[in-house]
């Protein structure tokens, strides 16, 4: 399978700064997606990274807090802006293969704590 | 939108015994069912998953069932060790995207 790398791997912030998450895939991937898993907590998807094109946003999330992007088809970043202690969470990179029936594999994630 | 639920949200078992995960899930058009296992500070690990055309799927210690008709799937551990302590989370997809159970921590005593 795809490996995935995220950076950084964690980060402590103060509230209102902006942070941006970084994911790189060593091969060509058909899907990215963002997903927030708080502590203890089942995972949440954030968006859909689209190449090219704006995300797609699931909801309850939007673009002015969690602008991502996706230049290319091994790469997307997810900012967090204007952090609250509410965002402290754990946010992980996921993506699926090209081909048909490829499964789903997550990175590593970023832990972020805002004071 | 796509509904899964899943149960027991903890599970503890002596090493060497089963243990069975199971998940509902509300859409019909969901033909996809995987199976992550995520250890502490760890990444969700893809650990087995099963497609609608496919009652039960093996591999080794680990098996899945679908019922389709009753829209459930279950996780099958059989003879746990104590690396099996984890969270499994379990997962449909429909048209395009996974909808994940709340989880189950699963803890083998030796």
């Known amino acids: 399978s795809a490996v995935i790398s995220q950076k950084p791997s964690r980060d402590i912030c103060q509230r209102g700064t902006s942070l941006t998450i970084q994911c790189q895939v060593d091969?060509?991937?058909?899907?990215m997606f963002w997903y927030r898993q708080q502590p203890g907590q089942s995972l949440t998807l954030i968006a859909t990274a689209n190449q090219g094109s704006e995300a797609t946003y699931e909801s309850g999330f939007v673009i002015d807090k969690f602008p991502i992007s996706r230049p290319n088809l091994t790469f997307s970043t997810l900012t967090v802006s204007n952090m609250s202690p509410e965002d402290s969470s754990i946010y992980l990179c996921s993506v699926v293969g090209q081909g048909s029936n490829q499964p789903q594999h997550f990175g590593d994630g970023t832990r972020l704590s805002i004071l | 939108g796509e509904n899964v639920e899943q149960h027991p949200s903890t599970l503890s078992v002596q090493e060497g015994d089963s243990a069975v995960i199971k998940c509902t899930y509300s859409?019909?058009?969901?033909?996809?069912f995987p199976w992550y296992k995520q250890e502490l500070g760890k990444r969700p690990q893809l650990i087995i998953d099963?497609?609608?055309?496919?009652g039960e799927k093996k591999d080794q210690r680990i098996a899945v069932t679908l019922n389709k008709t009753a829209k459930h799937f279950s996780l099958h551990i059989t003879e746990t060790q104590p690396e099996d302590s984890a969270v499994y989370f379990c997962?449909?997809?429909?048209?395009?995207?996974?909808?994940f159970g709340k989880g189950t921590m699963l803890l083998v005593s030796p």
């Open positions: 997962a449909a997809k429909g048209y395009s995207t996974l909808t």
């Open positions: 091969s060509q991937v058909t899907m």
């Open positions: 099963i497609r609608s055309n496919v």
């Open positions: 859409d019909s058009a969901s033909n996809y």
